[in-house]
C-alpha cells in the first residue's frame, strides 16, 4: 500500500470519528495530516525534462579490465528538489569506484557531472537507459521515467595463447598451411621419390636412388602443407555446465573455445563455431582477423540454456565439411559418447576437450570423507567415458581448470595420435 493512500485512509478515518463522535480531539489530529497532505499536493514533481549524454572509456576491454562511466545529465524543465538516478547494471558488472545510483537537487538549466569505474566478468550489455525518480520533499508523489541514452560494453572472454596445436585430417584446403596433406609438392617433411621432371631443382636429385638407375634420374618428394576446416562446437546445455545453485563450469569452457579458435586461425585455417544450447548459434566460418572478432564477439554473448529440442547431442553435418576437422568442448555426460562416436566413424577428425566438472565442483565443497568418496566415484565413471571414446579414435583433452589452459592442451595436442600417424604412412584408419 502506497504512503499516499494510507494516509488518505487514516485521515478519513479520523474524520469519520470526529464527526460521529463529535469529538473534538479526532479533528485536531486529522489536522496535521491533512496538511501534510495538501503540502505534498502543492509540490508535487511536474513532467521529468531532462537529456542524458554518456562517454565511456572503452567499449571492448579484457575481464577485470577497468571502464570509466562518465554522464551528463541536464535539466531542461523545471528546478527538481529531489531526483533520484540509477544506471542499471547487469549481475557480470561490479562498479569498483563510485556509484551507479545518486540522489541529487537539479535546478532549471542545471547540469550534473556524475562519473563511476566498473569491471566486469565475460559478458555484453547495452547502455539503453537511465533510471530517473523525481518525487515531492515529503516524498509522497513520485514520477518515474526512463531516460534514453546510449553506449555498450563488450567484455571478451580471455583467450590464453596456444602456440601450437598438431591436427591431421582427411581432406584439406588448396591454400598453403602447416598440415600436412599427404600429397607430394614442395613442403619441408620427405615424401618419397619420383622421377626427375624439367624444372625440379638439383638439390632435389636423389643420387642413391639414381645410381641404380642409369637410364632415369629421380628426385625427392616433399609433403605438401595445407590449411584446413576446423569446426569448434562449445557445448552450452544448462544441464551440463551447471553443477550447482550457483556453480557453474561453462565460463571455463568459453576460455578454452576462445583460445582454440584464435590458434586454428593464426595457423591460416577456415574456423567456423557452433554453441549448442537452447538453440543452434552457427558462426560461418571465415579466416583471419576479422573471423577472430566475430568468433570473440560470439563468445562474449554466450549463455547456457536448455531446450527438450537439444537434450542429447545432434551436430548437423550439413555445417561442416566432410572429413574436416572438428573440436568438441563440454564436461561430457555418458549419453554423448554414441552421438561422437558416429561422427568419428563418418570421417571426421575429433579432438574432445572436456574441462573436468568432478574435480572443479569438488574443490568447492568442504574436503570430508564423503566428498572425497563421491569424487572418487564420478571420477572412476569419467575414466570409463573418456576411454570409451579413446577407443574409438578420438582424442581427449581432459582439463583440470585449475591448471593454466594452454599448458595442458599443448601438452596432449602437440603432436597427432599415434592411429593418424599411421594413416599418413598408408596403414588402416
Not at 539503453?128 to 516524498?139: K, Y
Not at 602456440?163 to 614442395?186: D, E, F, K, L, M
Not at 582477423?289 to 537434450?311: C, D, M, N, Y
Not at 566428498?371 to 570409451?388: D, G, S, Y
Amino acid at each position: 500500500m502506497s504512503r499516499i493512500l494510507l494516509l488518505s485512509l487514516l485521515l478519513f478515518v479520523l474524520l469519520l470519528g470526529g464527526l460521529a463522535t463529535f469529538n473534538a480531539a479526532w479533528l485536531e489530529l486529522a489536522i496535521p495530516l491533512a496538511v501534510y497532505l495538501l503540502a505534498g499536493f502543492l509540490l508535487a514533481p511536474e513532467r521529468i525534462n531532462l537529456s542524458v549524454e554518456r562517454t565511456l572509456s572503452m567499449e571492448r576491454v579484457a575481464p577485470g579490465q577497468p571502464v570509466t562511466v562518465e554522464l551528463l545529465i541536464t535539466n531542461h524543465g523545471s528546478s527538481i528538489q529531489q531526483l533520484l538516478l540509477r544506471d542499471p547494471l547487469p549481475d557480470f558488472i561490479t562498479v569498483t569506484d563510485g556509484s551507479a545510483r545518486r540522489v541529487v537537487s537539479l535546478k532549471k538549466g542545471g547540469k550534473l557531472r556524475w562519473s563511476y569505474t566498473f569491471t566486469g566478468k565475460r559478458g555484453f550489455h547495452t547502455f539503453a537507459a537511465l533510471e530517473s525518480t523525481v518525487s515531492d520533499p515529503f516524498g509522497l508523489l513520485t514520477v518515474h521515467q526512463n531516460l534514453p541514452t546510449d553506449g555498450q560494453i563488450l567484455i571478451l572472454p580471455a583467450a590464453p595463447r596456444v602456440r601450437r596445436i598438431a591436427i591431421r585430417t582427411r581432406a584439406t584446403r588448396v591454400y598453403s598451411g602447416n598440415i600436412p596433406a599427404r600429397q607430394g609438392g614442395p613442403g619441408i617433411d620427405f615424401f618419397g621419390v619420383r622421377e626427375y621432371q624439367p624444372g625440379d631443382p638439383l638439390h632435389a636429385v636423389n643420387w642413391r636412388v639414381s645410381a641404380r638407375h642409369p637410364q632415369a634420374l629421380f628426385a625427392n618428394e616433399y609433403e605438401q602443407e595445407r590449411v584446413a576446416d576446423v569446426g569448434v562446437i562449445l557445448d552450452a546445455r544448462r544441464h551440463v555446465n551447471q553443477l550447482g545453485a550457483d556453480l557453474s563450469i561453462f565460463d571455463e569452457s568459453v576460455l578454452a573455445a576462445a583460445s582454440l579458435c584464435d590458434a586454428f586461425l593464426a595457423s591460416g585455417n577456415r574456423v567456423g563455431l557452433l554453441i549448442y544450447g537452447q538453440f543452434i548459434n552457427w558462426t560461418v566460418p571465415g579466416y583471419g582477423k576479422q573471423q577472430r572478432e566475430r568468433i570473440l564477439h560470439t563468445l562474449a554473448r554466450a549463455v547456457p540454456g536448455e531446450s527438450q529440442a537439444f537434450a542429447g547431442i545432434y551436430i548437423p553435418r550439413s555445417l561442416f565439411p566432410a572429413h574436416s576437422q572438428l573440436v568438441f568442448i563440454s564436461p561430457l555426460l555418458p549419453d554423448d559418447i554414441q552421438p561422437l562416436v558416429r561422427l568419428r566413424a563418418q570421417g571426421y577428425s575429433l579432438i574432445v576437450v572436456s574441462p573436468n566438472p568432478v574435480r572443479f565442483e569438488a574443490a568447492s565443497l568442504p574436503p570430508d570423507e564423503t566428498v572425497r568418496q563421491a569424487a572418487r566415484i564420478l571420477a572412476m565413471r569419467r575414466r570409463i567415458t573418456l576411454q570409451r571414446l579413446r577407443h574409438a579414435g578420438v582424442q581427449i583433452v581432459d582439463w583440470d581448470v585449475s591448471q593454466p589452459f594452454e599448458q595442458v592442451v599443448e601438452s596432449a595436442l602437440s603432436r597427432p595420435p599415434s592411429f593418424m600417424r599411421a594413416i599418413s604412412a598408408g596403414g588402416a584408419p
